[in-house]
Protein backbone atom coordinates (compact mmCIF):
# COMPACT_ATOMS: atom_id res chain seq x y z
CA UNK A 1 0.00 0.00 0.00
CA UNK A 2 1.24 3.35 -0.52
CA UNK A 3 2.28 5.55 2.26
CA UNK A 4 -0.14 8.78 2.33
CA UNK A 5 1.64 12.19 2.31
CA UNK A 6 -0.28 15.53 2.58
CA UNK A 7 0.44 18.96 1.09
CA UNK A 8 -1.22 21.99 1.48
CA UNK A 9 -1.76 24.05 -1.65
CA UNK A 10 0.69 25.96 -0.65
CA UNK A 11 3.01 23.11 -1.08
CA UNK A 12 1.72 21.59 -3.90
CA UNK A 13 3.97 23.19 -6.53
CA UNK A 14 6.79 22.30 -4.90
CA UNK A 15 5.98 18.43 -4.64
CA UNK A 16 5.09 18.61 -8.37
CA UNK A 17 8.79 19.19 -8.91
CA UNK A 18 9.81 16.52 -6.76
CA UNK A 19 7.54 14.23 -8.68
CA UNK A 20 3.86 12.89 -7.58
CA UNK A 21 3.27 10.14 -6.53
CA UNK A 22 0.63 7.75 -5.67
CA UNK A 23 -0.52 8.11 -1.83
CA UNK A 24 0.31 12.12 -2.00
CA UNK A 25 -2.77 14.16 -0.58
CA UNK A 26 -3.41 17.70 -1.67
CA UNK A 27 -5.72 19.87 0.31
CA UNK A 28 -7.30 23.32 -0.48
CA UNK A 29 -9.95 25.26 1.96
CA UNK A 30 -12.28 28.21 0.50
CA UNK A 31 -15.00 30.38 1.72
CA UNK A 32 -17.68 30.50 -0.83
CA UNK A 33 -19.45 33.96 -1.40
CA UNK A 34 -22.52 35.17 -3.42
CA UNK A 35 -20.36 37.47 -5.18
CA UNK A 36 -17.93 34.68 -6.46
CA UNK A 37 -21.42 32.89 -7.52
CA UNK A 38 -22.72 35.90 -9.46
CA UNK A 39 -19.13 36.28 -11.25
CA UNK A 40 -19.45 32.01 -12.19
CA UNK A 41 -22.98 32.69 -13.31
CA UNK A 42 -21.64 35.75 -15.81
CA UNK A 43 -18.66 33.31 -16.80
CA UNK A 44 -21.24 30.13 -17.53
CA UNK A 45 -24.24 31.65 -18.34
CA UNK A 46 -26.27 29.63 -15.37
CA UNK A 47 -28.55 31.37 -14.05
CA UNK A 48 -30.42 29.32 -12.19
CA UNK A 49 -33.26 30.87 -9.53
CA UNK A 50 -31.66 27.69 -7.49
CA UNK A 51 -28.27 30.00 -6.90
CA UNK A 52 -30.29 33.52 -6.79
CA UNK A 53 -34.01 33.80 -5.51
CA UNK A 54 -34.43 32.44 -2.12
CA UNK A 55 -38.59 31.88 -2.84
CA UNK A 56 -37.22 29.18 -5.63
CA UNK A 57 -34.49 27.84 -3.32
CA UNK A 58 -37.08 27.06 -0.55
CA UNK A 59 -39.60 25.27 -2.98
CA UNK A 60 -36.24 22.18 -3.19
CA UNK A 61 -36.40 22.11 0.54
CA UNK A 62 -32.80 24.44 0.72
CA UNK A 63 -32.79 27.04 3.33
CA UNK A 64 -31.25 29.52 1.35
CA UNK A 65 -29.60 30.45 -2.58
CA UNK A 66 -26.65 27.64 -3.33
CA UNK A 67 -23.39 27.84 -5.00
CA UNK A 68 -22.77 26.45 -8.13
CA UNK A 69 -21.72 22.66 -7.93
CA UNK A 70 -18.95 23.26 -10.61
CA UNK A 71 -17.42 26.54 -8.78
CA UNK A 72 -17.27 24.52 -5.45
CA UNK A 73 -15.71 21.73 -7.60
CA UNK A 74 -13.17 23.34 -9.52
CA UNK A 75 -11.59 23.61 -6.29
CA UNK A 76 -9.98 20.78 -8.25
CA UNK A 77 -8.37 22.61 -10.77
CA UNK A 78 -6.63 24.66 -8.02
CA UNK A 79 -4.93 21.90 -7.41
CA UNK A 80 -4.33 20.56 -10.37
CA UNK A 81 -2.90 23.45 -11.49
CA UNK A 82 -0.50 23.77 -9.25
CA UNK A 83 0.76 20.41 -9.38
CA UNK A 84 0.10 21.25 -13.07
CA UNK A 85 -2.00 18.21 -14.12
CA UNK A 86 -3.90 18.00 -17.70
CA UNK A 87 -6.90 16.92 -16.90
CA UNK A 88 -8.28 14.00 -18.94
CA UNK A 89 -11.73 13.27 -17.08
CA UNK A 90 -13.95 14.14 -14.35
CA UNK A 91 -17.07 12.80 -12.49
CA UNK A 92 -19.17 14.32 -9.83
CA UNK A 93 -21.33 13.38 -7.34
CA UNK A 94 -22.97 16.71 -5.23
CA UNK A 95 -24.10 15.02 -2.09
CA UNK A 96 -25.45 18.29 -0.46
CA UNK A 97 -25.76 22.48 -1.11
CA UNK A 98 -22.60 24.30 -0.42
CA UNK A 99 -24.21 28.01 0.94
CA UNK A 100 -22.86 31.43 0.70
CA UNK A 101 -20.23 31.88 3.64
CA UNK A 102 -19.72 27.78 3.47
CA UNK A 103 -16.06 26.90 4.14
CA UNK A 104 -15.23 23.90 2.04
CA UNK A 105 -12.00 21.58 2.11
CA UNK A 106 -10.97 19.55 -0.66
CA UNK A 107 -9.22 16.59 -0.41
CA UNK A 108 -7.60 15.60 -3.56
CA UNK A 109 -5.72 12.14 -3.39
CA UNK A 110 -3.78 10.36 -5.94
CA UNK A 111 -4.87 6.82 -6.19
CA UNK A 112 -2.94 5.31 -9.05
CA UNK A 113 -0.16 6.46 -11.23
CA UNK A 114 1.03 4.38 -14.10
CA UNK A 115 4.69 4.91 -15.51
CA UNK A 116 3.58 6.77 -18.18
CA UNK A 117 2.71 9.60 -15.69
CA UNK A 118 -1.07 9.24 -15.91
CA UNK A 119 -3.17 9.07 -12.59
CA UNK A 120 -6.57 8.34 -11.03
CA UNK A 121 -7.54 10.61 -8.21
CA UNK A 122 -10.35 11.10 -5.52
CA UNK A 123 -11.88 13.86 -4.04
CA UNK A 124 -13.44 14.58 -1.21
CA UNK A 125 -14.98 18.16 -0.21
CA UNK A 126 -16.26 18.85 3.14
CA UNK A 127 -17.92 21.97 4.58
CA UNK A 128 -17.00 23.67 8.00
CA UNK A 129 -19.31 21.16 9.82
CA UNK A 130 -17.42 17.83 8.17
CA UNK A 131 -20.28 17.15 6.09
CA UNK A 132 -19.14 15.52 2.45
CA UNK A 133 -20.73 18.28 0.10
CA UNK A 134 -18.94 16.63 -3.30
CA UNK A 135 -17.13 13.21 -4.17
CA UNK A 136 -15.27 12.94 -7.19
CA UNK A 137 -13.12 11.00 -9.66
CA UNK A 138 -10.41 12.19 -11.91
CA UNK A 139 -8.19 11.17 -14.64
CA UNK A 140 -5.07 13.15 -15.95
CA UNK A 141 -1.59 13.41 -16.51
CA UNK A 142 1.20 14.35 -14.20
CA UNK A 143 4.44 16.03 -15.07
CA UNK A 144 7.10 13.81 -16.19
CA UNK A 145 11.17 14.78 -15.86
CA UNK A 146 11.22 17.20 -18.69
CA UNK A 147 8.15 19.63 -17.61
CA UNK A 148 9.21 19.41 -13.62
CA UNK A 149 12.44 20.84 -15.01
CA UNK A 150 10.23 23.43 -16.92
CA UNK A 151 8.91 23.91 -13.36
CA UNK A 152 12.07 24.43 -11.64
CA UNK A 153 12.83 27.45 -13.75
CA UNK A 154 8.99 29.04 -13.52
CA UNK A 155 9.78 28.80 -10.09
CA UNK A 156 13.19 30.14 -10.14
CA UNK A 157 12.06 33.19 -12.60
CA UNK A 158 9.25 34.04 -9.50
CA UNK A 159 6.56 31.80 -10.92
CA UNK A 160 4.94 35.22 -11.75
CA UNK A 161 2.11 33.53 -13.62
CA UNK A 162 0.81 31.36 -10.77
CA UNK A 163 -1.72 33.58 -8.52
CA UNK A 164 -2.62 31.50 -5.47
CA UNK A 165 -5.30 32.82 -3.83
CA UNK A 166 -4.78 36.26 -1.82
CA UNK A 167 -1.49 36.96 -3.49
Known amino acids: MNERRTYAIEDARARAIEGIRAGDVFVATRIFTDDETL??????????????????????????????????????????????????????????????????????TVDEMDDRNRVKCSAVFANQDGDTVIEAQLFGIVPGPVEREVMVKMVEEGDPTNRLRGE
Request: proline share 4%.
Open 39 to 108: AFADLSLDYNPIHFDRRFTETKGFRGPVCHGLLVGGMVTEIGGQIGMLASGMNFRFRKPVYFGDTVTCRL
